[in-house]
């Protein structure tokens, strides 16, 4: 069975420094992996997936993740974060079923 | 073009009550789910649906019933509430099983007395 594990629940970051929000998943099918971001009183957006293909994904404002197979991980990063960044956010699994697997997430606080 | 809109937005309800959340999407979009979300617990699938017609058991399905008979709508019922489903709920719907984006309505947040 999939599971997504985010292994931090939160994270303090100050304003222009780098962060990395880890991801780690486990599988025995093909997997596809998204990054989706959550801000206060509203709904999830996707940030980035990865289906195939290269390995480095680019997403929507400056995120980037990279799938380590071997590593079984796609943590998401940023080389300089903004506070309009301080949001939840959620690492996602799916792949050879109807159903998404989501993690627990992980809150970003980018402070000043 | 809309994507995928909830309501109500918010409510209350006291023990034993009932009362249906509505969701419904504009992109012709085959599957739609229904989640709920839980202080530092993620994402829980409550009922998803492949299409009109068609519905299935989420991991958290007990206290709920969901129906879908248009491409459009997927409405959740939750039956006697319980302080236990005071949660945050989510609709989504996605073009693709498991390998597409999902849209995700901006959630009813439930309290339950």
């Known amino acids: 069975a999939q599971s997504v594990t985010q292994l931090d629940s939160q994270v303090p970051v100050f304003e222009e420094a780098p962060v990395e929000l880890r991801c780690n998943y486990s599988?025995?099918?093909?997997?596809?992996l998204f990054w989706y971001v959550q801000y206060p009183n509203q709904g999830l957006q996707l940030l980035l997936k990865?289906?195939?293909?290269?390995?480095l994904v680019k997403g929507i404002n400056g995120f980037e993740a990279e799938f380590n197979k071997s590593q079984t991980s796609f943590h998401l990063r940023k080389p300089s974060v903004h506070i309009s960044d301080t949001a939840e956010y959620f690492c996602?699994?799916?792949?050879?079923?109807?159903?998404?697997?989501f993690g627990t997430g992980t809150r970003l606080k980018v402070l000043a | 073009n809309a994507g995928v809109t909830q309501t109500p937005k918010f409510r209350i309800l006291k023990i034993g009550q009932s009362m249906t959340l509505q969701c419904t999407q504009d992109?012709?979009?085959?599957?739609m789910y229904w989640y709920r979300q839980d202080p530092g617990m993620g994402l829980k699938l409550i009922y998803y649906?492949?299409?009109?017609?068609?519905?299935d058991k989420g991991e958290v399905p007990n206290g709920y019933n969901v129906s879908r008979s248009t491409t459009e709508d997927f409405p959740l019922r939750l039956e006697l509430a319980a302080p236990s489903q005071t949660s945050v709920y989510f609709c989504?719907?996605?073009?693709?099983?498991?390998?597409?984006?999902?849209?995700f309505g901006p959630g009813t947040r439930l309290t339950v007395t």
């Open positions: 990865y289906l195939s293909g290269s390995t």
């Open positions: 989504a719907s996605s073009p693709s099983p498991g390998n597409g984006e999902q849209y």
């Open positions: 992109m012709n979009h085959n599957y």
């Open positions: 649906s492949v299409g009109a017609g068609i519905t």
């Open positions: 599988s025995s099918v093909s997997v596809y």
């Open positions: 996602a699994a799916g792949g050879g079923t109807y159903k998404y697997i």
